[in-house]
């Protein structure tokens, strides 16, 4: 079994949440986290004693706020809170999104903040490292803490609901007993511990951060080697240019694309025809870079937000005091997502239109549709069709959804963000964009062999852009005759998904770049 990943409640990564998400990696909560864990519960029992007025403890929540709590009732209060607030609808969550979600609300918990019993607290590392993963129905958050749906993570803790477990799909009480766990007995405020937290969007929302890096990186490759089958002008990723107006995202993007053309023969010859190439090559780093300027604002907060408590009522231990508050409130965060959605599909549209002029003479000097063959071949004509189609999808999905939203339970809850949503279809315009790239690297590598191909009587390719162009005709050849294009734009889009492509063009640069392998 892989090392556990010590949680405190401060340092929790992307890579983390996808290590544990995706690798199954173990979890382990740290000493000090037991510590506030425990002084936090053992002040919400005194103040239970005290009857001093606590939401969501001796007093009801949302609506009920007014409704008083009798100790007596506790259990079945919070119990019932569990089940009344499982109001999610499909489709279900994957596992390692459910994984993602566990450990977020996990993480955040262990800061002291919530009062919550540490049964309830060691419940969700049992759930990571026994692989009990609840069953999550992914609609029906607004966004204002995903109640809704957390609450599906109660019904199985409490031996009710549904779970998978070790690949089963089981009832929560049949998944308890085969792990060897009992149903817990909730306490004052365990319930809403349980059920109000942002850990569904935060949990998703560190995947799908973590994904988008890495494609961010690899559309920098890719546009590389398209820059190499147009045969096209270097002169604006000249670093002097750039450093009159430095945007971090862009220098990034452009020193990425320098590296990959190391030892490229553009760097030698000169194209009078690309002294001003069309702006979906000429300005690609500045559209990627603020992208990667949009994905570190968003991650920064979406950072913080995993490593800080969003708990309504908040527990103060060292100050003795409870008090009602919004920190549950995402939206710093989500309309960063907004933006990276917008600025994703900015990158999404320049791709398309790289792949047009690709396949248009007048920009190229090749055949129309990179066709082997005018006389007997169409090439890649239709594959206009199935890029633009996806990026009119991507730029649907890009409009804002945070400001949609109703004044609910008797008009108190008149704000959410809509935060799963968001970073949900941020999530769809990823895979789309999956599906985009691997057209353009399919269209660059077919430019690429009408120009004679690698080699000694072809181009001379970059370090990074010769190991992507040999990945992908590892699995896709040259298209020198009509075939099943769907087949090729799936194997490129798996290889795009798989990190194949970006693996295989980071370790291209390694090898062949001594200033990279110094």
């Given at each position: ?17 996808h ?8 979890v ?24 001093v ?10 609506w009920n ?12 209060f919070?119990r ?6 499982a109001a ?23 800061l ?9 607290v ?6 990571l490292?026994?692989?009990i ?8 958050s607004?966004?204002?803490?995903d ?16 779970a ?8 929560g009480?049949e ?30 929302g ?10 961010l ?11 190499e089958?147009?045969r096209?002008?270097?002169s ?20 990425r ?14 194209n ?11 300005d ?10 949009s ?27 409870i008090?009602?508050?919004?920190n ?6 989500t309309l ?7 600025a994703l ?9 790289r792949v ?14 990179l ?14 069709k ?102 090729d ?30």
């Open positions: 079994m892989p090392e556990a990943l010590l949680l405190d409640g401060k340092g929790l990564t992307f890579t983390d949440v290590n544990v998400a995706h690798d199954g990696k173990p382990e909560i740290s000493p000090a986290a037991w510590e506030r864990i425990q002084a936090s519960r053992r002040l919400i029992f005194e103040l239970a004693e005290e009857d007025p606590v939401y969501g403890l001796n007093r009801g929540v949302g706020k007014d409704r008083i709590i009798d100790k007596a009732f506790f259990e079945s919070n019932n809170l569990i089940r009344s607030h999610g609808v499909g489709p279900a969550a994957t596992l390692p999104q459910v994984r993602a979600v566990l450990l977020a609300r996990l993480n955040t918990l262990l002291g903040c919530t009062g919550v019993d540490p049964s309830v060691r419940r969700y590392a049992e759930f490292n026994l692989g993963h609840p069953i999550l129905p992914l609609q029906g607004v966004g204002a803490a109640i809704t749906i957390l609450s599906h993570i109660g019904l199985v803790m409490l031996g009710e609901g549904e998978e477990y070790r690949g089963r799909r089981v009832s009480a998944a308890l007993k085969l792990a060897g766990l009992v149903p817990l007995a909730l306490g004052p405020k365990d319930g809403l511990a349980i059920v109000s937290a942002n850990a569904l969007s935060a949990g998703m560190a995947l799908v951060l973590h994904e988008i890096r890495k494609l990186e690899l559309a920098d490759l890719v546009y590389a080697l398209s820059l089958g147009l096209g002008n270097v604006p990723l000249d670093e002097g240019i750039l450093r009159v107006r430095p945007y971090p995202g862009l220098l990034e993007s452009a020193a694309v320098r590296e990959a053309l190391w030892g490229s023969d553009l760097w030698d010859t000169y009078p025809d690309s002294l001003q190439d069309p702006l979906s090559f000429r690609a780093c500045h559209i990627h870079g603020a992208a990667l300027d994905l570190k604002f968003t991650a920064d907060f979406l950072e913080l937000q995993l490593n800080s408590s969003d708990d309504n009522p908040c527990v103060l231990v060292d100050e003795r005091r008090l009602s508050c919004a549950f409130e995402p939206l710093s965060w960063g997502f907004e933006m990276l959605g917008s599909h900015h990158v999404s549209r320049s791709s398309c239109y047009i002029k690709l396949g248009t003479p007048a920009f190229t000097g090749l055949s129309r549709f066709t082997a063959d005018d006389n007997t071949s169409i090439g890649y004509c239709t594959v206009q199935t890029v633009t189609s996806l990026d009119a999808e991507i730029r649907h999905l890009s409009n804002p959804a945070s400001a949609d939203y109703f004044a609910l339970a008797g008009d108190i809850e008149d704000h959410a963000s809509n935060a799963p949503y968001v970073v949900s279809k941020t999530g769809a315009i990823l895979d789309r964009l999956r599906y985009i790239f691997g057209i353009e690297v399919l269209h660059a590598a077919q430019a690429i062999d009408l120009r004679g191909g690698v080699g000694a009587n072809g181009l001379r390719l970059g370090s990074a852009t010769r190991a992507l162009y040999e990945a992908l005709r590892s699995r896709v050849p040259f298209l020198e005759k009509d075939r099943n294009v769907s087949t734009i799936e194997a490129a889009y798996d290889l795009v998904k798989s990190g194949e492509l970006l693996q295989a063009a980071n370790q291209g640069s390694l090898s062949l770049n001594p200033s990279i392998s110094s």
